[in-house]
């Protein structure tokens, strides 16, 4: 089992390009989470999702921040028109039941120059 | 809101117990987690305390819940240099049908030699 897989693990996008942050879960796990961490600051919740399903969004930004889950393929996490606040590391999780147990990738390091 | 606060640094030498310390405001939490994360890396699950118990022991790590003062310590018996880490407690608020988990700032843990 390869564990939960992320990529690209860096990133580099000018200012008021998009990025596309993948993740494929651990196989057989159906819930996937991401999160934002900021500099020297802690894992911020953004969003939750099952296949074709968005289950709790509550952390993400307003504007021109969007996560899908398709039925076949990685979730996505897609940023449109950065600003360089929006450098961070973005990390994914997944669960195979959505209860404790979480595992994470090991993060999309996005840099907006 | 729910809020998880750690103390940002811990040195302690080789050989030594190290305790980490967390509070968090949400009764209602059912799990509580500790992770670890290693310089560029995701985050990895050490071990998490269901909210009905005092004590989880699990090798070196021994991690203590008082429910009522919504204290949580992680404990580190024979610290070694490869402890050194950023560890991260996180509360799971009770309700709902997320399985969000919020974190803390993150202590950063120093072994000296």
């Known amino acids: 089992n390869a564990g939960v897989m992320q990529n690209p693990r860096h990133l580099v996008r000018r200012r008021g390009q998009e990025a596309r942050l993948r993740c494929s879960p651990m196989?057989?796990?159906?819930?996937v989470y991401w999160y934002r961490q900021l500099p020297e600051e802690g894992l911020k919740f953004m969003v939750y999702?099952?296949?074709?399903?968005?289950?709790?969004e509550s952390g993400m930004p307003k504007e021109r921040f969007s996560a899908e889950f398709p039925k076949e393929g990685p979730s996505i996490l897609r940023i449109q028109q950065v600003v360089r606040g929006d450098s961070a590391a973005y990390f994914c999780?997944?669960?195979?039941?959505?209860?404790?147990?979480?595992?994470f990738g090991s993060g999309t390091r996005l840099t907006v120059v | 809101g729910e809020d998880v606060e750690q103390s940002l640094f811990l040195s302690v030498r080789e050989g030594d117990s190290s305790v980490i310390n967390c509070t968090y405001t949400?009764?209602?939490?059912?799990?509580l987690y500790w992770y670890k994360q290693e310089p560029g890396a995701g985050l990895q699950l050490l071990t998490y305390?269901?909210?009905?118990?005092d004590m989880k022991q699990d090798q070196r790590l021994t991690v203590l819940l008082n429910k009522k003062d919504k204290h949580l310590s992680l404990r580190i018996a024979d610290t070694q240099t490869g402890d050194s880490a950023i560890y991260f407690c996180?509360?799971?608020?009770?309700?709902?049908?997320?399985?969000?988990?919020?974190f803390g700032t993150g202590t950063l843990l120093a072994v000296q030699p």
């Open positions: 999780a997944s669960s195979p039941t959505g209860n404790y147990g979480y595992t």
């Open positions: 196989k057989g796990h159906s819930h």
């Open positions: 999702l099952q296949k074709e399903n968005i289950i709790d």
């Open positions: 949400d009764s209602s939490s059912t799990y």
């Open positions: 305390i269901f909210s009905n118990m």
């Open positions: 996180a509360s799971s608020p009770g309700g709902g049908a997320t399985n969000k988990l919020i």
